[in-house]
């Protein structure tokens, strides 16, 4: 045969429709088959998604019903406590009573502590960095309960004093406490004086 006579077979046998076909056979298996794993995998997907979603809904019933006891648990608890609302308010007002007692007591106190410092320090003529923070750490307080006057006047005009060192702090002290003594013997002495006198 030549070669014009088998490319003439290869050809036509190409042009039949019987090669077609077996081509087409091949290419509908293979979809099938895809299809059949696609189906397959689509069925496990959705058995996997209805196990979730019931296991869900499952925990979805139990943790509702754990809330609808919380909020059980909640309004008893509040009903208790509007029986007891009365005896709250009571508490209530007592323990505002007590605070407001308290307040003015520790108001007192620290106006008198301020003013005894202040009297200290002005009479030394000079305040210590120890004593101004001391003052200033009583002070707003003080004014936080409403306290002023007295205290305002006396604080301003010692954070004005010259600031002087713990050591110029202590040898001032010793020289007033000089100062009074002398002072004290004085008065005895003039006190015996005139009880010498008067016998």
């Known amino acids: 045969m030549d070669q014009i006579s088998v490319i003439q077979i290869i050809i036509t046998v190409i042009g039949s429709s019987a090669v077609f076909s077996f081509v087409q056979f091949l290419i509908t298996r ?7 794993n696609i189906d397959t995998k689509i069925n496990q997907l959705k058995d996997e998604l209805e196990d979730d979603v ?49 307040a003015d007591s520790l108001k007192g106190q620290t106006h008198d502590r301020i003013l005894w410092l202040s009297k200290d320090i002005a009479n030394r003529g000079g305040i210590t960095i120890k004593e101004k923070a001391n003052i200033e750490s009583m002070y707003r307080p003080y004014v936080a309960f409403g306290g002023n006057g007295e205290v305002k006047k006396s604080v301003e ?32 002495d003039m006190e015996r004086q005139k009880n010498n006198n008067n016998k």
């Open 30 to 36: 293979k979809d099938n088959k895809r299809k059949d």
């Open 54 to 102: 019931n296991d869900k809904v499952e925990i979805g019933v139990a943790s509702y019903q754990k809330q609808m006891k919380i909020i059980d648990s909640i309004q008893t608890s509040m009903d208790k406590l509007a029986t007891n609302d009365e005896e709250i308010k009571e508490t209530i007002e007592k323990v505002s009573e007590l605070q407001d007692t308290m």
């Open 157 to 188: 005009y010692i954070m004005d004093l010259p600031v002087i060192s713990e050591e110029e702090s202590r040898k001032r002290e010793k020289e007033l406490e000089k100062a009074h003594l002398s002072e004290l013997f004085n008065e005895i």
